[in-house]
Each structure stands twice: as structure tokens, then as C-alpha cells.
């Protein structure tokens, strides 16, 4: 799975419809975070990154 | 980056270009795009209208405000042209075709797209945050010297003014939750507050006081963010000047504040729950 370099930085989050959450970095990612409730009760999130856009 | 509705979000760059995109079941689809004029700079803030209109409003590096229209045909115009430079924050309003901008000159203006400045109001000190409640009643404006105003979206009269935080330490970032029952607020020097909302956005009570101690001193107050959440509660995001961007979620629930922390970007998939509480008796009423 591809992740952002930590060199990057990443910027403001937005929740979509579906609670997905979406970052963008300064790299030109997009990451989508699906939350996904663990057995333990811990929160944790499923991540898919896409090439997007660079922003600040 | 803005959430406009539903699916459909959009992105500024530092070379002017703000992109509009959609993402159905994990596919990105770049919709339309735009480049600001070159004498505007780079895109330092969008922010998605959440009044009758779909548009997006853009605060430029050089100060210049733009409002992207969405609907067909799409069209960008500058707006608040010939006011005084300096703005540090940018909001939209939640029920009304209008936005809120603060200034360096202490003070916080209501522009209307078309129709142009509808009031001005004085602060005591640099309003450096803003957050307009759900009800579309208020508008929260947080301040260089700690202070937490509440202005009245209708004519800017101040409402009440409540000392959230240490005079030295800035509230640099703000967010009322969609529900406008919770209003979220970030200082420079790494403290998070939650306050409980109530009456439509005039009565606040300073319930549980957070102390992310591990951030340490925020310098810039585009480096952090709230989320608000049906499901996951509240959620943090801090970009640090050291490039070591973290993130955490906080999970509200009755009585008490919890959060799980993640460590840097490398290391996504550590999370640590931890908990800490800190009671904050005090209790402010409007």
C-alpha cells in the first residue's frame, strides 16, 4: 500500500457522505480512510491513496 | 481543501489552481478546474458555501477573495475588492449566500457575493479563527489573546465574549459540529477545548479541557483542522512545521473524552487509545 512520504504534508480533512475521510498531501495524494470498528472496539481505518492534486 | 456536498470536494494548489472533484466507491473524477489570475497568488483557503448556492469561495495568497460559482455555467469572480488587506480567516455562512472574513486590523466583516460588505464589527484583539453554528444564528470567532467571541450573524453585535484561554496562547482553529451541539477549539500552544452548545449557539459550557501536550507549540494556524463526524465524533489533524504530520480521533461520548492517537505518517496503522481527562469545572452561560 502506497502511503505519503513523510517529507510531505498533509492538507485539511473532509468527511464524505459515507464517513469516509479524505486527506490530501502537498505529494499530490489523496488518501481515503474508511473507519472500520475492530473486534476489540478499537477504531481503526481501512486506506486507499490516489494520485490527485498537490495542495497546500 | 473543501467538502462541497455529498460526494464532491474541492482542491487548491500553490500555483492558483483550484480543481473540483467527485469520488463514487473509491474513484476520483476531476470534474472542472480553474486558475485564479496570476496576481492572486497561491490558494491558501477554499471553502464550500453552505447557504442556498452550490460555490466555492477561495481566499488567495495576496489577499484576494474569489468566488467560484458552480452551477451551469460555472463562473469566477473576484469579490470584496478595494477593502482593506489582511484577512486570517474565511467561513461561509451555514443558511445564507454570505461569508464572514476576520482582518489583521482586529476586525471581523459579513460580505454579501453580490451586494458587498452588509456589516463590520470590532474585535478587542485579532480574530484569527471563525465557525458559523448550524442555526445560522451566530457566528464563533476566536482571537490572538485567548478570548472566544460570539458575534450575531445578523448584524455582528457582539453576544458575549468568553475567556476560553490563556491570554497568550491563540485560538487558531474552530468548528462547531453539524449538529452545532459541540463547538471544537484549538490553541497555538496545543491545547484542545470542547464546548457544549446549547440554545441555537448562545450558551456554551466549558465541560472537559484536553491537553495534547505531545504537539507542542503550533505556529501557524493553517496547520490545524477539525473534522466533525456523525459517527466518529471529532477528528483532529495536525500539520507540523517538523513535517511529522499526526493525527487523532476524538470519540465523544456522554461524560467523557477519549481519543485514539496515531503516531506519524509512516506509522498509519499504530494507533494507541489512549485517555486523558482533565475536568475543567467552570461553566460559562450567556
Redesign the interface.
Known sequence: MK?????????????????T????DSGGF?T?WA?VMGEDG????M??V?R????? | MTHIEGTTFASGDFEGVVKLWTVESGNFEHKDSIQLPSSAGAVLLVDGARGQSEEVYILSGYDQIFRWFLPNPPSVTQVVEGFPKGFTSLMTHTMEDSFFVTTKENTVLRFHPLNGLEWRSDLMSLGMSISCHSSGKVIAVGCSTGDLNILSTMDGAHISMLPVADSDDALICLSYSASGENLAIGTASGCLYLLPVSDDGLGYHKLNLLKVCYIGRIYSHSSLSFSWNNFLGLFLFLRSNTFLPYFLVLCLTPGHLSHTQSSMVNGWQLYLNKRREQRDSRTYSL
Open positions: 502511503t505519503p512520504s513523510p517529507k510531505m504534508t498533509i492538507s485539511r480533512t473532509i468527511f464524505l457522505s459515507d464517513d475521510l479524505l486527506s490530501a489523496f481515503l473507519p478499537h477504531l481503526e481505518f486506506q486507499s490516489f490527485g492534486h498537490k495542495v497546500i
